[in-house]
């Protein structure tokens, strides 16, 4: 679809720019014949009496400036359709984002959630995947932490894809959640190069994301932050430190 308005768009960007061209060239010649008096001289060869073929070039004529400014109106109202249509589609991706904004992370199930996280993988500090493991494989909070890290992640999965396919007003979900889903994959970001160790699908749409919107730099407690995903080699290393201290 959008590929396809893409296609249109142009042709009407060609043939806009060529109606406007003609118009320029009849408008100089025009200006041409007035500026240097041949207007005049070809005036006098218009007969006081004109013989058919006269009427028919007239008429022929007549035809070619009628067709030109329909053509001229087909474009400009075409080219107002598509346009208006654009606007309409950006009013109505931006309010879809505001109403899964309001449903999902300013809802108290959200809240909830972020605060399980919280509580059990608190902000500001590396999560492994064997830390995921281990507090699933336990009872009660713990295992709700998990899963509630888990859900977050995905939430933040969803938005990008959405935002990738158009669907989602991105400028948006920039201003609104960009802090808060870098934090979160920052702290998270050794679990998830773990995770897409075998499958680079797993979150690529939010490490994208991340990647195109983390600004990495020293927090307000003065921790840096934002920090990039791990490539293979940086996370073989850092897994390699773990295991000595642990």
């Given at each position: 679809?959008?590929?396809?308005?893409?296609?249109?768009?142009?042709?009407?960007?060609?043939?806009?720019?060529?109606?406007?061209?003609?118009?320029?060239?009849?408008?100089?010649?025009?200006?041409?014949?007035?500026?240097?008096?041949?207007?005049?001289?070809?005036?006098?060869?218009?007969?006081?009496?004109?013989?058919?073929?006269?009427?028919?070039?007239?008429?022929?004529?007549?035809?070619?400036?009628?067709?030109?400014?329909?053509?001229?109106?087909?474009?400009?109202?075409?080219?107002?359709?598509?346009?208006?249509?654009?606007?309409?589609?950006?009013?109505?991706?931006k309010q879809h984002t505001i109403n899964i904004l309001f449903q999902s992370r300013l809802s108290e199930y959200f809240?909830?959630?972020?605060?399980?996280?919280?509580?059990?993988?608190?902000?500001?500090?590396?999560?492994?995947?064997?830390?995921?493991?281990?507090?699933?494989?336990?009872?009660?909070?713990?295992?709700?932490?998990?899963?509630?890290?888990?859900?977050?992640?995905?939430?933040?999965?969803?938005?990008?894809v959405g935002i990738a396919q158009g669907d989602l007003d991105k400028d948006l979900l920039r201003q609104s959640i960009?802090?808060?889903?870098?934090?979160?994959?920052?702290?998270?970001?050794?679990?998830?190069?773990?995770?897409?160790?075998?499958?680079?699908?797993?979150?690529?749409?939010?490490?994208?994301?991340?990647?195109?919107?983390?600004?990495?730099?020293?927090?307000?407690?003065?921790?840096?932050?934002?920090?990039?995903?791990?490539?293979?080699?940086?996370?073989?290393?850092?897994?390699?430190?773990?295991?000595?201290?642990?």
């Amino acid at each position: 679809m959008h590929a396809m308005e893409r296609v249109v768009t142009g042709l009407l960007i060609i043939g806009a720019l060529g109606f406007l061209v003609l118009l320029i060239l009849v408008s100089a010649g025009f200006a041409t014949f007035l500026l240097t008096g041949e207007f005049r001289a070809l005036l006098d060869l218009i007969p006081d009496q004109p013989d058919g073929e006269f009427r028919i070039l007239v008429s022929l004529f007549g035809i070619a400036v009628s067709a030109l400014t329909a053509v001229g109106g087909i474009l400009f109202a075409v080219f107002s359709y598509f346009r208006n249509a654009k606007r309409a589609e950006a009013a109505q991706r931006k309010q879809h984002t505001i109403n899964i904004l309001f449903q999902s992370r300013l809802s108290e199930y959200f809240q909830k959630t972020n605060s399980l996280r919280k509580e059990i993988f608190p902000t500001d500090n590396d999560i492994y995947l064997d830390d995921w493991k281990a507090a699933r494989a336990q009872a009660g909070k713990p295992r709700e932490g998990a899963e509630a890290l888990q859900q977050l992640l995905n939430y933040y999965e969803f938005l990008a894809v959405g935002i990738a396919q158009g669907d989602l007003d991105k400028d948006l979900l920039r201003q609104s959640i960009r802090g808060i889903m870098c934090n979160l994959v920052d702290d998270a970001r050794f679990m998830i190069a773990e995770l897409r160790t075998n499958d680079k699908k797993t979150l690529e749409f939010l490490v994208a994301l991340y990647d195109d919107w983390r600004d990495e730099k020293l927090n307000y407690a003065g921790v840096l932050s934002e920090r990039a995903i791990p490539t293979p080699a940086e996370l073989e290393a850092a897994l390699t430190l773990r295991g000595k201290h642990g």
